[in-house]
Nanobody, 117 residues
């Protein structure tokens, strides 16, 4: 049974930083693409960043230059380093795992990030 468990969310002031972690279990990890998504109140879930098993990453334009996705295959963990946070970054952040290009197959429970003074 595949499980993804996020951690690291919280309340931070604008301009601050947070690092989210997502630990995977119950699956081979190093060959699959991982992603971070977020959902703000009243908005659709959006894709923030992805990283392939080989470490190739992509970031949404809205976070490019501020957020960095990375992974440690030995620890079966994916990270999202978030710097220069803005109030519009507020939302629930979810990690996900994709076994094919068709869809994201597994999701974590989400971790709340609130950016506010």
């Amino acid at each position: 049974q595949v499980q993804l468990v996020e951690s690291g969310g919280g309340l931070v002031q604008p301009g601050g930083s947070l690092r989210l972690s997502c630990a995977a279990s119950g699956t081979i990890f190093n060959i699959y693409t991982m992603g971070w998504h977020r959902q703000a109140p009243g908005k659709q879930r959006e894709l923030v960043a992805t990283i392939t098993g080989g470490g190739r990453s992509n970031h949404a334009d809205s976070v490019k230059g501020r957020f960095t996705i990375s992974r440690d295959n030995a620890k079966k963990t994916v990270y999202l380093q978030m710097n220069t946070l803005k109030p519009e970054d507020t939302g629930v952040y979810y990690c996900s795992l994709r076994t094919s290009v068709a869809s994201w197959d597994y999701w974590g429970q989400g971790t709340q990030v609130t950016v506010s003074s």
